[in-house]
């Protein structure tokens, strides 16, 4: 069974910095697709950043946001910079596990990041 909690939300200065942790378990880091994703109020989920080797991140956080695996057993970190009022939303942690041809996503119940002055 997979379970995933995040931590290290909220409220956060215009410019400053923040790292979010996701603990996990049935998840395979090195094997499995992890990440994060984020929902702010009235839109879509989007990404943030996912890597299974490789990494993608979104677009409105290249070059400030870096995920991080390996830092410690079962986890993984997104270390944030230079934060906008416009990241604020609620970050998800993400797990996609492969088993033969089946995938199935797996999601945190979400912590809030709040940026403002």
């Known amino acids: 069974q997979v379970r995933l909690v995040e931590s290290g939300g909220g409220l956060f200065q215009p410019g400053g910095s923040l790292t979010l942790s996701c603990a996990a378990s049935?998840?395979?880091?090195?094997?499995?697709?992890v990440g994060w994703y984020r929902q702010a109020p009235g839109k879509q989920r989007e990404l943030v950043a996912v890597t299974d080797g490789g990494t993608v991140y979104g677009d409105s956080v290249k070059g400030r946001f870096v995920i991080a695996t390996g830092t410690s057993e079962n986890t993984w970190s997104l270390q944030t910079h230079s934060l906008k009022p416009e990241d604020t939303a609620v970050y998800y942690c993400?797990?996609?596990?492969?088993?033969?041809?089946?995938?199935?996503?797996?999601w945190g119940q979400g912590t809030q990041v709040t940026v403002s002055s």
């Open positions: 993400y797990g996609k596990r492969c088993i033969i041809e089946r995938c199935y996503e797996h």
């Open positions: 049935g998840i395979r880091i090195g094997r499995d697709a």
